[in-house]
């Protein structure tokens, strides 16, 4: 017998009734307040980028590159959303949930690449300085620094369930705190004339950079690359369904992400002969939304035939329920191997 984990499944408003899900990015995401952010930051990434010429400080135009992958992030973040919340139709069964995914991921390779030139310029700043006007980039810098707290207040109001979202939320953050040593650099090339101190700012402005772009990569390339969740361990999960009585045998566990927060599980679940399947999908589908948060799931649910006890000999026999080519780990009652 097979079962999915849709009961009450109503595909005109895409409700799952009780217990059920939503999926990809929450449709409450504000995008008005993702817009009044990307307004603060394109206006004065523009300004930033004219001053930093003119007081010839590579901090302050590495601030702005920075500024420029936040704006990115913000209007990337934007079309996932719209694209997002457009139904599964055609060849498309997850409808685009995964926009905000590859949105991530371009944001944080350009971030990359965006810090290998900026290290480039710093490393030769730091051999041979040109002059900086310290007083020039300290107010630029303080300027900048009220700009990072109100966008990154106008976001922290949006929903940030969203990968992309709570990406250029990040970002902001880290721009944030590189325009707080934007501003050290200034003051100190004000006070004492030091002129190096603008190219280290810019360093530091590089390995925040670094930090972010591979997060995002990272995140984003395990989503892409159907791992499972980082915070969910697939063999403890399969340990945890065969401990339930009176399944006997787990194999073909597969845990993904299907976007942002949106967990998918899916296995081949065999239980005892006197076994319920149905109560035991329901029960195994309760259990799995209650202790891993996962709700969107795909089990089918056998009788173990009493010979047959291990994989492999599907072409045996036609009654056979064990795959004949398991996916992973075989889950089975008592100590077992991984």
């Not at 940030?160 to 250029?168: C, D, K, N, T």
């Not at 040593?181 to 590089?206: C, E, N, P, S, Y």
């Amino acid at each position: 017998m097979s079962g999915h984990g849709h009961d009450g499944h109503a595909h005109g408003g895409h409700d799952h009734g009780p217990g059920g899900h939503s999926h990809g990015v929450a449709a409450d995401a504000d995008r008005r307040w993702l817009a009044i952010a990307l307004g603060l930051i394109g206006a004065f990434m523009a300004v930033e980028v004219f001053i930093g010429i003119m007081a010839h400080s590579l901090a302050l135009i590495s601030d702005a590159a920075h500024m420029l992958t936040d704006a990115v992030s913000i209007v990337l973040a934007l079309i996932a959303m719209r694209l997002a919340a457009r139904p599964a139709r055609g060849g498309f069964t997850y409808g685009l949930k995964r926009a905000e995914i590859l949105s991530a991921q371009a944001n944080g390779l350009t971030l990359l690449l965006l810090a290998v030139w900026l290290a480039y310029e710093a490393v030769r700043r730091l051999m041979d300085p040109p002059p900086v006007e310290g007083g020039l980039v300290l107010v630029t810098a303080l300027a900048g620094i009220a700009v990072n707290v109100a966008a990154a207040w106008c976001i922290s109001r949006a929903n940030r369930s969203s990968l992309a979202v709570e990406g250029a939320y990040q970002h902001i953050l880290n721009d944030l705190f590189a325009f707080i040593g934007t501003a050290v650099a200034g003051l100190v090339v004000l006070t004492t004339g030091f002129r190096q101190v603008d190219a280290i700012a810019t360093l530091v402005v590089v390995a925040l950079m670094v930090k972010a772009g591979y997060g995002l990569v990272r995140e984003s390339g395990r989503i892409l690359l159907e791992a499972a969740p980082a915070h969910v361990d697939p063999d403890a999960v399969g340990d945890r369904l065969v401990g339930h009585p009176p399944v006997s045998e787990v194999h073909d566990l597969h845990i993904w992400t299907i976007t942002s927060g949106q967990a998918a599980l899916s296995a081949h679940v065999l239980v005892e002969p006197a076994g319920d399947c149905h109560a035991v999908r329901r029960d195994l589908e309760r259990l799995l939304e209650k202790e891993y948060g996962i709700t969107h799931t795909t089990l089918q649910v056998d009788h173990t035939q009493e010979p047959l006890l291990s994989v492999g000999r599907a072409g045996a026999d036609p009654a056979d329920p064990h795959c004949a080519d398991a996916h992973g780990p075989v889950h089975r009652q008592g100590p077992h191997s991984h």
